[in-house]
């Protein structure tokens, strides 16, 4: 399995401001993800953070509001860009990898816009 | 994108008990996988169990189980002697079988444990 550290753990931020979380894997791994879970709901993919390339965005998500980053095959971060108050929820890093069937998450990061 | 359906918001059980969790996908695809994650509130998702549609027989995890029923497109997950930390939201999560880690997720069960 894979041990993944995301951090920050939670942060406080004001609105028009931008937050960068980051994904650190203890393994090299294919894929990493990154999902935003709004208060009370489920999980919503965001983007597929391809390394050495430009993420690959879900519906609904754009690259100037979530830019992400994947420079190698252990580490990815994401940019919560110009936050609002909608922008409030817990934002998870995903791995996966074709040694393992499940994928692996990070903490979550719990992110508040005041 | 698959359709995973969660219908049941909210199960209470009394510890010791045994509670079922019900979940229905829709998809094409002969070739997936199906899990259960779990999440209290450490925000932390923990796998539960998986099965794989290529499997018939049911998966097994010490007290939890699942039924699978692919032409049903049914795989419900089975919590027996219930304990006090089962108590957090559990997702089912179907991915397609193919080399790709993306997940869809339904939208959750919350369990409480009364003791």
């Known amino acids: 399995s894979a041990v993944i550290s995301q951090k920050p753990s939670r942060d406080i931020c004001q609105r028009g401001t931008s937050l960068t979380i980051q994904c650190q894997v203890d393994?090299?791994?294919?894929?990493m993800f990154w999902y935003r879970q709004q208060p009370g709901q489920s999980l919503t993919l965001i983007a597929t953070?391809?390394?050495?390339?430009?993420?690959?965005?879900e519906s609904g998500f754009v690259i100037d509001k979530f830019p992400i980053s994947r420079p190698n095959l252990t580490f990815s971060t994401l940019t919560v860009s110009n936050m609002s108050p909608e922008d409030s929820s817990i934002y998870l890093c995903?791995?996966?990898?074709?040694?393992?069937?499940?994928?692996?998450f990070g903490q979550g990061t719990r992110l508040t816009v005041v | 994108a698959q359709t995973v359906t969660q219908s049941q918001p909210e199960m209470s059980v009394q510890e010791a008990e045994t509670v079922t969790l019900s979940c229905t996908y829709d998809?094409?695809?002969?070739?997936?996988?199906l899990f259960w994650y779990k999440q209290p509130p450490s925000r932390q998702m923990i796998l539960v169990i998986r099965?794989?549609?290529?499997?018939?027989q049911n998966a097994t995890e010490n007290r939890f189980s699942v039924n699978f029923q692919k032409a049903a497109k049914s795989f419900s997950l089975k919590i027996s002697d219930s304990q006090l930390g089962d108590a957090a939201m559990y997702f089912c999560?179907?991915?397609?079988?193919?080399?790709?880690?993306?997940?869809?997720f339904g939208a959750g069960t919350t369990v409480t444990v009364r003791a």
């Open positions: 999560a179907y991915r397609s079988g193919s080399y790709d880690y993306k997940l869809s």
């Open positions: 953070a391809n390394q050495g390339s430009e993420a690959t965005y």
């Open positions: 099965q794989e549609a290529y499997k018939q």
């Open positions: 995903s791995v996966g990898d074709v040694r393992n069937t499940e994928a692996f």
């Open positions: 998809t094409s695809e002969s070739d997936y996988y």
């Open positions: 393994s090299q791994v294919t894929m």
